[in-house]
């Protein structure tokens, strides 16, 4: 734990929509850098987990600027698939992280193992790392999870990555297709925030 309340923080991520995410899940009186105002490319991940992929972002980001900086590794388990993509959810877009490419490799992939995978219950879950790390060392690092299924088509515009294709527990609708607001309230990254909230 940080003796002061920590009033600066730099977010470790180039996704223009886990920013923006996680931005609204941070009280607002702390300063929020992103890494473009310094020019910074993500790391290498090769990390075998969530966690260690997002203590490798918030290390790297925090001994670059001299911040106190919060990563967040993520991605889609497939139980169908093996509990792909799983860390390689973002490598599955290809070289620039086309989710577009990455969704029809989901469905590829889905395909490939069984042709009428859409009449089954196909249950997947998001799962989110989030780490907060001043230059080598790590202050917190937590998990979050939301389970639910795949849906036969993508569906909804909103929300960024898989968001068109999940259909969380006990809901009729993709995140693509809910408003952000009520999405944030209960994703991935929303229960990992709640985890990491005390160290803030």
Known sequence: MLKHKINKLLIGTNNKGKLREIRSLLPKNIKI???????????TENGKTFKENSLIKSKYFSKKT???????????????????PGIYSARWGG???????AIKKVY???????K???????KARFICALSISFLNKKIACVL??????????????NGFGYDPIFIP????????????SQKYKMDHRYKAFKKIKKFL
Do not use: V, Y
């Not at 070289?95 to 490419?101: C, Q, W």
């Open 33 to 43: 850098h992103s890494t473009s105002e310094f020019n910074l490319k993500s790391p």
């Open 66 to 84: 001299g911040l106190i900086c919060m990563a967040d590794d993520s991605g889609l388990e497939i139980d169908f698939l093996n509990k792909n």
């Open 95 to 101: 070289r620039h992280g086309d989710f577009s490419k």
């Open 108 to 114: 590829r992939e889905l395909n490939k193992k069984d």
């Open 116 to 122: 009428n995978w859409k009449n089954k219950k196909i």
């Open 144 to 157: 979050g999870k939301i389970e639910g299924q795949i849906s036969n088509e993508p569906k909804g515009k």
């Open 169 to 180: 527990i006990k809901k009729k609708e993709t995140f693509g297709q809910m408003k952000p």
